[in-house]
């Protein structure tokens, strides 16, 4: 579960000129755009369009037919992480030193823009395998200071 890379032109030409060749190629595009970026970014829309020999009014139409697609990036992560008594003992407090010194990230601080935030919890009931986080609702055990940071993505 790594944060999405930014939108990148030639990389979404290179999705949309890998899967040309299916037949009805508009929606594994969309799919393999959308895994990759996180969203469909307007930009995509000529390009689709272009390579398929389809109207920009196909490739929209497909696009707000079917509500899983987003167009713009998803909103930035919030990572909660367990700094309780259990989790301290296996490291979490080095852990959010880490995060401030090697990747700027400050728990509880006010994030950045467009980067994903730390916020912090105490217990999420996975004391066993802790350092734990909770994330969009998936629980994290043994998590270190780069898979947090992962998470969280780069700034924008
Ligand atoms: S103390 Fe961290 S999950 Fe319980």
């Not at 990759?36 to 490739?59: M, R």
């Not at 999420?124 to 998590?143: D, F, H, M, Q």
Request: glycine content about 10%.
């Amino acid at each position: 579960m790594a944060a999405y890379p930014a939108w990148d032109e030639d990389g979404a030409r290179l999705i949309v000129a890998s899967l040309s060749h299916l037949e009805g190629a508009t929606l594994p595009i969309l799919h393999a755009l959308q895994d990759e970026f996180g969203y469909v970014d307007p930009q995509a829309v000529p390009l689709i369009a272009e390579t398929l020999n389809l109207s920009l009014a196909d490739v929209h139409g497909t696009i707000s037919f079917y509500h899983d697609f987003r167009t713009t990036p998803p909103p930035p992560r919030l990572v909660k992480l367990c700094r309780a008594e259990a989790c301290q003992a296996v490291g979490c407090e080095t852990l959010v030193e880490e995060l401030a010194r090697e990747h700027g990230i400050v728990v509880d601080g006010p994030g950045s823009e467009g980067r994903g935030a730390v916020e912090s919890v105490y217990c999420l009931g996975n004391c066993a395998l802790g350092p734990s986080a909770l994330v969009e609702g998936e629980l994290l055990g043994r998590v270190d200071a780069d898979r947090i940071a992962a998470l969280c993505g780069e700034p924008r």
